[in-house]
């Protein structure tokens, strides 16, 4: 059972609102992802990190931002949400090793931008 | 640029059916392959990864091989169940073990 958590599973929000999608795990997996995936379509990667104070960005632009402060949490912020940010985010974890990196997800934030 | 694609886009088996899901990738410079179940809604599961050192790992009815050379995975379904619906992704661990690239998944639905 993997121990990695986001919060809200759900949220509506109107444009320009500012929002910050929550993701913490409890296994201290130094690698952590956010992925962007819009209903029946691929995923896309959209940031990841390393460890603490490490963030990159990934394959897909997104203006979101994210933050490393502690190895178990890495929130996805949205400064100023649209309704193009509408899709379901979803956050991951993995050990840093080439040998026993099975990454393991949240079960996702859906976010409505209306 | 790693691309992963995975053929059927869609299947649909009545129960019981063995079934063979497959999966290609364009750059062989791999760590490894993983291979993954999301329900409608949810996160996603992992199922089985495979060091590239590997040719196949198995769990329960569930089979993967993987043939790095020719860029090539399966994951195949024994004895198919009406659980077992839900979309199958393939995702490879490019070189440098940075980040997965995945596929658009495989929609499964087993009808009883």
């Known amino acids: 059972e993997a121990d990695i958590y986001q919060t809200p599973r759900y949220l509506v929000i109107g444009t320009g609102k500012k929002i910050t999608l929550e993701c913490s795990q409890t296994?201290?997996?130094?690698?952590m992802y956010w992925y962007q995936q819009d209903p029946g379509m691929e995923l896309h990667l959209i940031h990841y990190?390393?460890?603490?104070?490490?963030?990159e960005k990934g394959d897909l632009s997104s203006e979101s931002t994210v933050s490393r402060i502690r190895t178990e949490h890495f929130p996805l912020t949205l400064e100023s949400a649209r309704p193009s940010h509408t899709s379901q985010y979803l956050c991951?974890?993995?050990?840093?090793?080439?040998?026993?990196?099975?990454?393991?997800f949240g079960e996702g934030s859906w976010l409505t931008v209306v | 640029k790693q691309e992963v694609t995975q053929i059927p886009a869609a299947l649909s088996v009545p129960e019981g059916e063995n079934l063979v899901l497959n999966c290609s990738f364009t750059?062989?410079?791999?760590?490894?392959l993983q291979w993954f179940r999301q329900d409608p809604g949810k996160g996603l599961t992992s199922l089985l990864l495979?060091?590239?050192?590997?040719r196949e790992q198995t769990s329960g009815r569930l089979n993967a091989s993987l043939d790095k050379s020719s860029g090539r995975s399966t994951l195949y379904i024994a004895a198919s169940q009406p659980g077992d619906s839900a979309t199958y992704l393939c995702?490879?661990?490019?070189?440098?073990?940075?980040?997965?690239?995945f596929g658009k998944g495989t929609m499964l639905l087993v009808s009883p």
């Open positions: 991951a974890s993995s050990k840093d090793s080439p040998t026993r990196n099975t990454i393991y």
């Open positions: 296994m201290g997996h130094d690698k």
């Open positions: 990190s390393y460890g603490v104070n490490s963030t």
């Open positions: 750059d062989s410079a791999i760590y490894n």
């Open positions: 495979i060091q590239s050192s590997q």
């Open positions: 995702a490879v661990l490019n070189s440098g073990y940075s980040t997965l690239t």
